[in-house]
């Protein structure tokens, strides 16, 4: 396929230790970033995305029909596993999340220049991460109309949510950063839709992109009060990176389950969600920077970068393994160790080895430099970690209740065909809202890869 630049992009191993590739000045950015949603230049392959993942998403909708009109009987769910596949998928989408608001927030407050290719693209699989997230337990509510039961409001029934039960906190937290991050992504738009409406041709995109720049001329006042305004988003941000999965630990940790109550959730929930985060970010960004030709704005010292945080979350995911059974030996706990040598022996050990194999075994190539510097295995580790951070969460929720502190109770679960197109069909919406999101907006910012190129020159002439 043909590249979607018009101009020459250098080989994948040429500047692979700088920051953007050479031959760009100020315009040549504009144009090659810009122009990929003002000149409409997009590949076939775009169209064939959109149409699957829109097929997808019409397989999601006719799901979501035949569940309110049968209720959430079609699941798999029983007794004693209450929970099942849609508080598994509700955990995995929060966690693919975290990692845009990682490489925006954090890096951006500790001056790291490399997130500057990549930021802009994670804000917006942040979002719509969070929007697959939250439809899940929307629809595990049985009701789904009657939403706002959970939300403080003062109503004739005198009914209030239980604010001692986490359930409640997820519906705070999960707002909460939705908001932030989506005003942080907006924030950052600014400039760049600015740059849009002086550059377009067609007077829809002038008019669109002249009311969402909102009046922005690029003077001091308006950089002043932009920096003051992102910086303040990003302190409001970072602290979200660790509460909100916190949070969705408390879920789980708080209960008296052989499995669930421990200390250890909340990092290494955290942690996992970074991990998957990453992952997600180069499945996305390798096939993407290839077909639109972006070669020079990610170079292989982001995808490196990239790899290496990977990796250095992943030692934290396969710690926190090593410390949940350190723990249940240490606590003397008969029904704990029950439990995890029931993960590892008993009816669901297949999901407990397919976990290790690619979260904690499959990490471990990315030590190498030759694995990290070769785009086709990345992509392949990439997908492979998305896969066991799902089987991580299957196996949390699945095991801990299928076998509790009743013999007489213990049952086993599988997902139904319901549960199998729903959340295939989150994926199509998630890479509807994606091909979106790279069809109207610039998908890497423009104004800090420019502000990253003066900074580079001034540095060489010095």
């Known amino acids: 396929m043909a590249d979607a630049n018009n101009h020459k992009q250098q080989p994948d191993n040429d500047g692979q230790d700088h920051l953007i590739g050479p031959g760009h000045d100020i315009r040549s950015i504009d144009d090659s970033i810009g122009g990929i949603v003002l000149e409409q230049r997009h590949p076939a392959s775009w169209l064939f995305a959109f149409a699957v993942g829109s097929a997808l998403f019409m397989v999601f909708l006719t799901s979501t029909a035949y569940l309110i009109l049968k209720g959430v009987g079609i699941w798999g769910i029983n007794i004693p596993v209450a929970w099942g596949w849609a508080i598994i998928n509700f955990v995995w989408w ?4 975290h990692a845009g608001t990682l490489i925006s927030a954090i890096l951006l407050l500790f001056h790291q220049d490399w997130r ?24 595990h509510l049985g009701r789904p109309w009657l939403f706002y039961f959970i939300m403080p409001y003062p109503n004739t029934m005198g009914m209030w949510p239980q604010f001692r039960s986490p359930l409640a906190w997820d519906v705070f937290a999960v707002n909460t950063y939705a908001t932030v991050s989506a005003l942080f992504w907006y924030v950052g738009l600014v400039p760049d839709l600015a740059t849009m409406r002086d550059r377009a041709k067609n007077r829809i995109t002038q008019v669109a992109c002249g ?24 302190g409001l941000a970072t602290p979200l990176v660790v509460s909100v999965h916190s949070i969705v630990s408390y879920d789980f940790a708080v209960s008296l389950i052989p499995g669930w109550h421990t200390t250890v959730f909340p990092p290494y929930f955290v942690a996992g969600a970074v991990f998957s985060g990453f992952a997600m970010v180069m499945t996305l960004m390798i096939p993407i920077r290839k077909l639109y030709g972006l070669e020079d704005f990610i170079t292989m010292r982001h995808i490196n970068n990239m ?67 070769n785009l086709v295995a990345l992509f392949i580790i990439s997908i492979i970690i998305n896969i ?11 095991t801990s209740l299928h076998a509790d502190f009743l013999p007489s109770s213990w049952g086993t679960y599988h997902g139904t065909i319901w549960d199998w197109t729903l959340y295939i069909g989150t994926i199509g919406f998630f890479v509807v809202l ?26 060489a002439k010095h």
């Open 94 to 97: 929060v966690g693919i999340g």
């Open 307 to 373: 790899a290496k945080i990977t990796l250095a979350t992943g030692l934290i995911v396969a710690y926190g393994y090593s410390m949940e059974f350190f723990v249940g030996w240490y606590s003397g706990h008969e029904e704990e160790q029950f439990m995890l040598m029931n993960r590892v022996t008993g009816y669901y050990w297949y999901v407990f080895a397919a976990l290790i194999l690619c979260n904690v075994l499959t990490t471990q190539l990315l030590w190498f430099r030759s694995i990290r510097q």
């Open 211 to 234: 009311i969402a720049s909102l009046g922005w001329r690029g003077s001091a006042r308006h950089w002043f009060r932009y920096e003051m305004a992102y910086l303040l988003l990003a």
């Open 434 to 459: 994606l091909l979106v999101f790279i069809r109207f907006l610039p998908m890497i910012s423009m104004f800090e890869m420019k502000h990253l190129h003066h900074k580079l020159q001034h540095k």
């Open 116 to 139: 500057t290719s990549i930021n802009r693209f994670a804000e917006a699989m942040t979002l719509f991460a969070v929007a697959c997230a939250s439809l899940f337990p929307l629809l």
């Open 388 to 398: 066991g951070m799902w089987l991580e969460r299957y196996l949390i929720v699945i």
